[in-house]
């Protein structure tokens, strides 16, 4: 009867914040799925409906590794948005502008600016940025156009296994973001306490995964919109994968 009671509650506080409270801690990040790469929306076990979010995504594009401009396109197969190319690419990236929030009195949330919600009590701005790394570096990772938040390796070269140090610069405009919260497991560990960012926008993590890593960075910055929010919120990817023993 206490479990009972307990998960009684837990469901009740869950209820009572909201689902768009949850979605606003949701990111885009790519992933294989059906040998494929596939753009995920999604956080931790979270595996959302990426589909009826399409519109939502402003591009998709691919890199070489000399940091050139390949063709890619992002096309549904499925409950997927799956990433087709003509080449095979070093980079691929993503970016989603999912739009206004605001907060009413009640804690419920509306997809729109705290101009069009009266007695809002908090509006934000939310955009969603993804980098990928198809394969390990070769030299210094270039700064993306379009990723106006973006997690870049320090260094030319990635760790290859599982625990070792990766430091990492988070850029906003292309300088250094100071103050932005750091977290190393997206996927496995969404909940996990932030690192913050040092004066030159840098923090050391441990790769968690031999395999699938989804490193996350947020940042809030002054509204773009003062009239209608009173932040604009970040969230920015970094995913790669680390190579299993052979079978």
Not at 79 to 106: E, R
Request: glycine share 8%.
């Amino acid at each position: 009867m206490r479990i009972t009671r307990k998960l009684a509650v837990v469901a009740s506080l869950i209820a009572g914040m909201g689902g768009a409270d949850l979605a606003h801690s949701h990111g885009i990040y790519f992933a294989q799925r059906s040998n494929q790469l596939a753009l995920i929306y999604g956080e931790g076990s979270d595996d959302l409906d990426v589909i009826k979010r399409q519109h939502k995504v402003k591009s998709v594009t691919a890199y070489d590794e000399q940091g050139k401009e390949v063709s890619a396109q992002l096309t549904p197969n499925g409950p997927l948005l799956v990433v087709n190319t003509d080449k095979q690419p070093a980079i691929v990236a993503g970016t989603m502008d999912y739009g206004l929030w605001s907060k009413t009195t009640n804690g419920e949330w509306q997809n729109k600016g705290k101009d069009e919600v009266p007695g809002a009590t908090f509006s934000e701005h939310t955009f969603k940025y993804a980098v990928h790394l198809c394969r390990p570096l070769n030299g210094v990772m270039p700064v993306l156009p379009g990723q106006k938040l973006q997690i870049v390796p320090v260094g030319k070269q990635m760790p290859d296994q599982m625990g070792q140090a990766l430091t990492v610069r988070v850029l906003y405009d292309g300088k250094p973001a100071p103050g932005a919260e750091v977290q190393p497991d997206f996927v496995n560990d969404p909940d996990s306490k932030p690192l913050k960012t040092g004066a030159d926008g840098t923090v050391t993590i441990k790769v968690r995964n031999q395999g699938l890593n989804v490193v996350v960075a947020t940042l809030d910055t002054p509204p773009s919109e003062p009239a209608k929010a009173n932040q604009d919120e970040h969230k920015a990817t970094l995913s790669f994968v680390l190579q299993h023993l052979p079978e």
